[in-house]
């Protein structure tokens, strides 16, 4: 059981360049969101999904788009890079709606030059 | 919107000693949760609160659901070299959707020898 996987672990971008963020899960959770951290500050919620076919926005939405096709993936895409974008991104998902108990990826480390 | 305030944002303390931190929201939650964040990791969680007034253990860890449901507070007692990390307290966020978590900045505690 390997429980939520993110890839790339790394990467650099240059600044307009597009890139997605691979996520998945294999506990049939139904829902699944993506958050970015950065420097001395919580993670922030970005978008989230409650179910195949079914996204929304979160916090900081511009500049990333997702989608959600199957109840195990859930991709961010970021469609033009910029350095403002230069964070480390986390995936999760959840079990139930309440209690709002999320489970973590280990992150995927963003740097836009 | 949400904001969730942590304190401190750092502690130093020797092994052995015991260590409480607090988290406090400008809204009313209906469930808190505690993480913690290795170096290079996504957050773990280690407690969950659904109740106000709800006392929780996990181990040398024990958390508290504010009687006004405004706030929480975990405490670790008798410190370990591994208790080092961030601690990060969150709850649902309420940006329009159900799923999502909105954190605090986080707590960061440094064990010294």
Known sequence: NAGVTQTPKFQVLKTGQSMTLQCAQDMNHEYMSWYRQDPGMGLRLIHYSVGAGITDQGEVPNGYNVSRSTTEDFPLRLLSAAPSQTSVYFCASSYSLVPAVAFFGQGTRLTVV | ?113
């Open chain 2, 1 to 113: 919107g949400q904001q969730l305030n942590q304190s401190p944002q750092s502690m130093f303390i020797q092994e052995g000693e015991d260590v409480s931190m607090n988290c406090t929201s400008s809204s009313i939650f209906n469930t808190w949760l505690w993480y913690k964040q290795d170096p290079g990791e996504g957050p773990v969680l280690l407690i969950a609160l659904y109740k106000a007034g709800e006392l929780t253990s996990n181990g040398r860890l024990t958390a508290q659901f504010g009687i006004t449901r405004k706030d929480s507070f975990l405490n670790i007692s008798a410190s370990i070299p591994s208790d080092v990390g961030i601690y990060f307290c969150a709850g649902p966020y309420s940006g329009g959707g159900a799923d999502g978590l909105t954190f605090g900045k986080g707590t960061h505690l440094i064990i010294q020898p």
